[in-house]
């Protein structure tokens, strides 16, 4: 008989969903890999101090990752690791462009600059409308209410982040 965990080990309100039991993106401070990384730093991101054989690329926003990855990946060999610098949106964004490359999540670092508060709280996300398919940007914490500017539905932003759209879910009120 596996032991009940007590509400009170669980974190926050009894209410929530435990992180763990959702898709929120978590961000373990790991330690770099001695791989050569090539580093993306996105908009006014500092990126870590470049290491010999690191190649550093600084993009202004996630959206430019596709024609950065397109010219990069194609040099790359295997043993080479991507580290991201960014905004939460960004640095996901990045990780949506290059999963789509084939490249695979243990060769991704993230480091998101804007995740201290934790992950449901209030900061600018992605959001992917679940009545209109729209994806669009609002500051927002996890289960707050939005509206689609697609199609004005009010929306409650889901516990679920979806890699490849790099969007938190807004779930129709
Ligand atoms: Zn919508």
New binding site residues.
């Given amino acids: 008989m596996p032991t009940p965990v007590p509400p009170s080990h669980r974190g926050g309100r009894s209410s929530q969903v435990p992180v763990e039991q959702t898709t929120l993106p978590r961000y373990p401070a790991a330690g770099r890999s001695p791989a050569p990384h090539l580093v993306i730093a996105v908009g006014a991101a500092e990126p870590p101090a470049p290491r010999p054989g690191d190649r550093l690329r600084t993009i202004r926003c996630g959206a430019d990752a596709d024609e950065l990855l397109d010219a990069e990946l194609a040099t790359m060999v295997t043993g080479w690791r991507i580290l991201v610098t960014g905004t939460e949106s960004d640095v996901q964004q990045v990780r949506s462009a290059a999963l789509a490359r084939g490249a695979l999540d243990s060769e991704l670092e993230l480091r998101p600059t804007d995740v201290d508060a934790g992950p449901e709280a209030l900061r600018p996300r992605t959001v992917h409308?679940?009545?209109?398919?729209?994806r669009?940007s609002a500051t927002a914490a996890i289960g707050g209410a939005v509206h689609?500017?697609?199609?004005?539905?009010a929306?409650v932003v889901a516990h679920h982040h979806s890699r490849t759209h790099a969007a938190f879910l807004?779930s129709p009120a």
């Fill in positions: 409308c679940g009545h209109c398919h729209t669009f689609c500017p697609a199609c004005g539905c929306l807004g």
